[in-house]
């Protein structure tokens, strides 16, 4: 409840009786205050949110004019706002073009803080991409690391993904920081964000790879006997293999020679892996 109002009264000069719809609910902030959710402040709290996301709150967006994007991660939760300043009454006044926010996925949850609000802000601008695309906006962030992230001189594989994201909006995107608590309007955001699931509309799928085909093949005794030939019949090969059979004393070597035969064809088996891997269609050889 207290991020709930914190995020409402980030807005509380452009919401008509603000102080009276949130009276109730912000009794139950007070640690003497057994916490229930009376009917009183379910409706407090409905016609509050109403207030929120009412359309006629929600700016039309301006392509003509910059935008602010405002973005924060806290824990297991992003969160996004879209903002512009327009003229209104003869009066320049910032307002929000729309919200999000979701939960994190599982790959996610292993990456650290900073790396979270580098996550949160690839994923906003590929989910404000419409808006954003050939525009000039300032992103605002309660971490420096997203400032930093573009001069990084040796990213990992992950950053250097998101750093690639992120250049395609290099020449009209600017990166400032804004103190964690007065970063309020994102800040809420990220701390009841919706699930993420098909009905949230900033819903990131899950990438899924499916097997499209599955074969067995069987190389046997025929193509061992087509690799010990070819080994005859190769120049080089024949040479090495007299050479042996000539200057080592061990007699036994050339009742042996079978194992060179195994051990080229062993080799050999790099060379089909290798093919097998780099077509379009992948081959996994099962070696009996």
Not at 49 to 75: H, R, V
Request: some cysteine.
């Amino acid at each position: 409840m207290q991020s709930f109002l914190g995020f409402a009264g980030y807005y509380r000069q452009h919401i008509k009786d603000f102080a009276r719809i949130a009276k109730s609910l912000y009794k139950l902030c007070d640690q003497q205050t057994v916490y229930e959710m009376t009917k009183e402040r379910f409706k407090a709290y409905e016609e509050l949110k109403s207030c929120l996301t009412n359309a006629a709150f929600l700016l039309i967006p301006d392509l003509k004019l910059p935008f602010k994007l405002y973005i924060d991660a806290c824990g297991e939760i992003l969160g996004a706002a879209l903002y512009q300043t327009q003229i209104i009454n003869d009066k320049p006044f910032e307002g929000p073009i729309c919200f999000f926010s979701r939960q994190i996925n599982p790959t996610e949850a292993s990456y650290g803080a900073h790396q979270m609000e580098c996550v949160c802000l690839v994923w906003a601008l590929e989910k404000l991409y419409y808006y954003l695309d050939g525009t000039v906006f300032d992103v605002i962030t309660d971490c420096n690391a997203v400032k930093s992230l573009l001069n990084m001189k040796t990213p990992n594989i992950h950053m250097l993904r998101w750093q690639i994201a992120i250049q395609e909006y290099g020449g009209n995107m600017t990166i400032a920081h804004k103190s964690g608590n007065i970063h309020r309007n994102a800040d809420g955001l990220s701390r009841w964000a919706l699930a993420n699931t098909p009905e949230n509309s900033a819903w990131v799928p899950q990438e899924e790879h499916h097997i499209e085909g599955m074969g067995v093949t069987d190389i046997g005794t025929e193509f061992y006997n087509q690799v010990k030939e070819s080994y005859k019949i190769d120049r080089n090969c024949h040479i090495l293999s007299q050479l042996i059979m000539k200057d080592c004393k061990d007699t036994s070597l050339s009742s042996k020679l079978d194992e060179i035969w195994k051990k080229a064809y062993d080799e050999k088996r790099f060379h089909l892996l290798d093919e097998s891997f780099t077509i379009e269609l992948n081959i996994h050889v099962l070696w009996l």
